[in-house]
């Protein structure tokens, strides 16, 4: 077994969509970045990728290659899946907190989870992920970001002989 934990943010702008567990969410900003920049996605690579013992997000997928420009980062899970596989890990589960004060994320939770489980190919019982605010307090709470945190257990896969 082995325990991984990732973290990402990113600021606010206009003229972005907001995308987050590749959900597209109506407001009227989204966030900045090379990607699609979502937060939980992208805590969630780091995650399975530390976990793995491997690098991070950055050096597998990085923003100086055009090829990820504007890419919908639940791609980059499924590659990430991909590359935790060929290292013989499986994911047993992934706890996820998102950081946002608007919009509310909460009713789109479900919809998060079933795109991540697809992403991954497992059950979406193995997918948790909840929302909440900073009270007002610093860059989250000032509504200049979101942020998301989670962390991951992985086993390593049983042999075939």
Known sequence: MKIGIGYDVHALAKDRKLVIGGVSIPYEK???GHSDADVLIHALCDALLGAAGLDDIGCFFPDSDPQY???LSIKL???TREIID???FRLVNADAVLLA???RLSPYKK???RNIAGALKVNTGCINIKATTSEGLGFIGNGQG???MCVVLLET???DF
């Open 30 to 32: 989204g966030l900045a």
């Open 69 to 71: 420009k504007d890419i």
């Open 77 to 79: 899970l499924e590659k």
């Open 86 to 88: 060929k290292n013989n």
């Open 101 to 103: 004060e608007a919009p």
């Open 111 to 113: 919809e998060m989870q």
């Open 146 to 148: 979101i942020a998301a």
């Open 157 to 159: 896969k049983l042999s």
